[in-house]
């Protein structure tokens, strides 16, 4: 089993976001998307477009430049094309939000699903990095730090669901903007939190089977 000493929540944090692409990467994400709904707000839908089309290129270029991979710069042009296509055929700006709007619940049903079969989401995406063993769903303490991770993540993505639904009828893209900009450093903080707590169990394992057993001594075996 491998094993690393305790990380503090901020260094978690930190690299969890650095994840994501760090600071640089969560502005490149909501670039296309601030652009949209300040244009929308100062001239209207057709102005939003072009703003999201030139902002969504740049973003694209600026991860091309940073060698970011390809994949990923490609997915950001998908997402804002899908989002300004629904946009276009709603013939308003929230519709711009739909397909953001659908997903926590996509998320959630999974996340849910995941726990209810023993293999929590949080589990299969951390383990590796705290060290933890192949064998985490059958150490009681792992299993039950990343169930319980993995249901708060599906009460964020719960919460998420029910604020986009009441402003998406309310029609207020700039507070959909807000919150799905905020997303990404919520889940960050959630990864940190379950990579500090996991990591805190592994090491206490291995402390534990690493003990001398009771009546000997650790230098004489």
Do not use: K
């Not at 707000?41 to 072009?50: E, I, K, R």
């Amino acid at each position: 089993m491998q094993t690393s000493e305790p990380i503090g929540l901020s260094t978690a944090f930190r690299r969890a976001l650095d994840r994501s692409g760090g600071p640089g990467g969560v502005l490149l994400t909501a670039a296309p998307t601030v652009a949209f709904v300040t244009a929308n707000a100062v001239g209207g839908l057709d102005w939003a477009f072009v703003a999201l089309g030139g902002a969504a290129v740049a973003a694209f270029t600026v991860r091309l430049v940073r060698r970011e991979p390809l994949r990923g710069a490609a997915i950001g042009l998908v997402v804002a094309a899908g989002c300004a296509g629904v946009a276009a055929w709603a013939g308003e700006a929230r519709g711009f939000f739909l397909l953001p709007t659908l997903l926590p619940g996509l998320l959630l049903l999974g996340f849910l699903a995941s726990v209810l079969g023993r293999r929590p989401v949080t589990g299969m995406v951390v383990n590796r990095l705290v060290g933890g063993p192949a064998t985490w769903r059958r150490d009681r303490r792992l299993l039950r730090i990343y169930s319980v991770t993995t249901l708060v993540a599906v009460l964020v993505h719960a919460v998420n669901l029910t604020a986009r639904v009441v402003l998406y009828r309310a029609d207020e893209p700039t507070v959909l903007a807000v919150i799905t900009i905020g997303t990404t450093p919520v889940f960050a903080l959630l990864s940190a939190v379950t990579i500090v707590t996991a990591r805190r169990a592994v090491t206490a394992g291995a402390a534990v089977a690493n003990a001398p057993a009771p009546g000997r001594s650790a230098a004489h075996p």
